[in-house]
């Protein structure tokens, strides 16, 4: 038996040191709440992070989810030492720049709450600019949406949530990816109106099938990745991000398939980045669109390239 006991205490050591959040664990065992809120606050500061009070709130709501944090904090509500080390274990993968929403497992966007994994970009608050444009030029009769690089399902999840009457087919190379917009599709009640496919942008996809196309697609300068914040280099999908050598390779295969896939009269919206919309425009106009437009994000940058498929 005392074999038995020692071999369970063994297992047990190896699991608590397994665990990423242990040495925070120990550096909180003699504090309160309050005191765990100010040293977590400091040490996601140090770490680099920006909105280190608000990324805090957000852990300890997760972690702890008392209907009332504040009374929390204040010892009115007790919490239990497992909560504490869930925090912990959070606050760990935080301190390591993971991103927030994959720390949490979930994103708002537009009106929705996505999940959120490693095997898809964190949808932006930006890209709700091109959910926006797309609504108020929505066409007469529209039923069906294509999205090109659909990913967690944002973009196609938020517009087929505004417009009861249409359908929409999310595209993209990932197969992980898709699994995330399925599952999206489903925690939003939209699955029956929503179909998901592996696929290389709209390569073999029925001809003029589609009344609006959308997509955002990577359009990061492959040269620049390596510079940008360790959440977005390190922890989100190249394939959502690398654009090639000057960040349009993707726009030039989208540009390309835009007549072939839209219905005449048809819409379309892509995501630019904020220096890109020369550049894409021309590669547009060349295909033969038409009606191109720019729209801004909330902070005034170019954001949005709209326009249509001649009619017949
Ligand atoms: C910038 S992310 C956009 C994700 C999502 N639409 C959004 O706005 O949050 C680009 C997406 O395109 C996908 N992708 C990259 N290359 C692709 C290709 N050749 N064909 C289809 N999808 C591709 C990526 O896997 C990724 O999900």
């Known amino acids: 038996l005392s074999g038995e006991f020692d071999n369970l205490v063994d297992a047990a050591r190896a699991d608590m040191s397994a665990r990423p959040g242990l040495s925070l ?12 809120r100010r040293d977590l ?7 680099g992070i920006d909105e280190a009070e608000i990324d805090t709130r957000y852990l300890m709501r997760h972690a702890l989810r008392p209907d009332d944090l504040t009374a929390a904090l204040a010892g009115e509500v007790l919490v239990s030492w497992q909560q504490v080390s869930e925090l912990a274990d959070l606050a760990s993968a935080r301190l390591q720049r993971q991103p927030l929403s994959q720390v949490l497992g979930t994103q708002p966007f537009w009106t929705l709450d996505l999940r959120v994994t490693p095997d898809v970009l964190t949808p932006r608050s930006d890209t ?4 926006e444009a797309v609504l108020a030029r929505w066409p007469e009769n529209t039923t069906r949406v294509l999205d090109l ?3 967690s399902g944002a973009i196609l999840l938020a517009l087929l949530s505004e417009r009861g009457e249409a359908t929409g087919v999310g595209v993209d190379l990932s197969r992980k990816a898709l699994e995330v917009a399925q599952g ?27 009344d609006i196309v959308v997509s955002n697609p990577p359009y990061i300068v492959s040269d620049v990745l390596a510079g940008l914040a360790p959440e977005v280099r390190d922890y989100e999908p190249a394939l959502a991000l690398d654009g090639g050598d000057d960040g349009l390779d993707a726009y030039r295969e989208i540009a390309g398939q835009l007549e072939t896939l839209l219905a005449p009269g048809g819409l379309f919206a892509l995501e630019i980045g904020y220096d ?11 295909a ?21 498929m001649s009619e017949l």
């Open 41 to 47: 606050i400091k040490r996601l500061g140090q770490a």
């Open 276 to 286: 890109q919309a020369q550049s894409v425009s021309g590669l547009l106009e060349r």
């Open 149 to 151: 690089g659909t990913g």
């Open 288 to 308: 033969g669109l038409q009606q191109i437009e720019c729209v801004t994000d909330l902070s005034g940058n170019d954001r949005v390239l709209l326009g249509r």
């Open 128 to 131: 709700e600019a091109l959910v």
């Open 25 to 36: 664990c120990e550096a909180w065992r003699d504090l309160d709440l309050a005191a765990i």
């Open 184 to 210: 999206n599709a489903s925690i939003c009640s939209l699955s029956d109106r929503a179909c998901f496919v592996e696929g290389r942008w709209g390569n073999g996809l029925e001809p003029h099938a589609f």
